[in-house]
């Protein structure tokens, strides 16, 4: 997750193409290569010090070139980094692209899960997740997945434990670990 608590910190808003339109914010949670027209740019909401790691609007991850070495460097594949810009900052940002979709949560261990049903007149997400509080995940259907996204709660990004060390050691700012 983006550690939020900082108020010295910088907030990303909804990604722009070069023209400054919009660009889909949920095309980053579909788990599937994307190719993009240019080159994203994130905009500052709220100017501050900058992250390696954050959620832009939508919680769109966000990260800088170390956390691309990082992953580089321990041969996580199942991930798409897009090259992206961050106003008033030249260094080089990338969206983080989870290419996995697992499904995965533990009904059972969450606090509550609710789905979507036909009365809530949203056919596009029948039987998907519309409540997932205190999320769990079942770790026997992840295997060796390494960073992925829930089916049906694609708003969670998950990694795996090693990850997570590698990114505490390296010392990347923005990160707030909850385990599932």
Not at 91 to 99: H, K, S, V
Not at 107 to 135: F, I, Q, T
Not at 148 to 160: H, M, T, Y
Request: proline share 7%; glycine share 6%; hydrophobic share 40%.
């Amino acid at each position: 997750m983006d550690d939020r608590q900082s108020h010295s910190r910088w907030h990303l808003g909804s990604p722009v193409d070069e023209q400054g339109q919009e660009i889909d914010p949920w095309q980053f949670k579909k788990g599937q290569v994307l190719d993009l027209e240019g080159v994203p740019c994130f905009p500052l909401q709220i100017p501050g010090r900058a992250l390696d790691y954050c959620w832009a609007a939508f919680s769109i991850p966000v990260v800088h070139e170390r956390v691309v070495h990082l992953f580089e460097q321990l041969g996580v594949r199942e991930v798409q980094f897009i090259p992206a810009r961050v106003e008033a900052h030249e260094e080089p940002y990338f969206i983080l692209n989870a290419l996995r979709i697992i499904r995965c949560i533990d009904d059972a261990r969450c606090a509550e899960v609710r789905y979507w049903k036909p009365e809530d007149n949203r056919p596009d997400k029948l039987g998907e997740y519309r409540v997932v509080s205190r999320l769990r995940i079942d770790p026997a259907k992840v295997g060796d997945a390494r960073v992925f996204r829930p089916w049906g709660w694609r708003v969670a990004l998950i990694i795996s434990e090693d990850l997570k060390q590698a990114m505490e050691a390296e010392g990347l700012t923005g990160t707030r670990f909850v385990e599932v």
